[in-house]
Nanobody, 124 residues
Framework: QVQLVESGGGLVQAGGSLRLSCAAS????????MGWFRQAPGKEREFVAA????????RYTDSVKGRFTISRDNAKNTVYLQMNSLKPDDTAIYYC?????????????????WGQGTQVTVSS
């Protein structure tokens, strides 16, 4: 059974950086796209970034373009989200999820396995 475990969240001041990690166990990590989503209090879960199975292509929501970078290390079964120039609006629980084998999609319904989430809090 595939499991995803996020880490790296925490409290940071505006303008700071965090690096989230998501370690996968079970399954064949390298054959699936991976994504990051986030959910702020009182809001719906939203797409943040995704990466294709071989890492050659990525996709971002507009609000994080130029600030966040998604990457993966298939040898370590891990996907990362480097977050720079953080803003208070980035405060949320961040989830990683396993996507389909092909394509990098932004809608959560195609992601079949989810981690438990890690809290990111950005203070002003």
């Amino acid at each position: 059974q595939v499991q995803l475990v996020e880490s790296g969240g925490g409290l940071v001041q505006a303008g700071g950086s965090l690096r989230l990690s998501c370690a996968a166990s079970g399954g064949t990590f390298s054959t699936y796209s991976m994504g990051w989503f986030r959910q702020a209090p009182g809001k719906e879960r939203e797409f943040v970034a995704a990466i294709i199975n071989n890492g050659d292509s990525t996709r971002y929501t507009d609000s994080v373009k130029g600030r966040f970078t998604i990457s993966r290390d298939n040898a370590k079964n891990t996907v990362y989200l480097q977050m720079n120039s953080l803003k208070p609006d980035d405060t949320a629980i961040y989830y990683c999820a396993r996507g389909p084998r092909f394509g990098i999609l932004s809608y959560s319904s195609v992601y079949s396995v989810w981690g438990q989430g890690t809290q990111v809090t950005v203070s002003s």
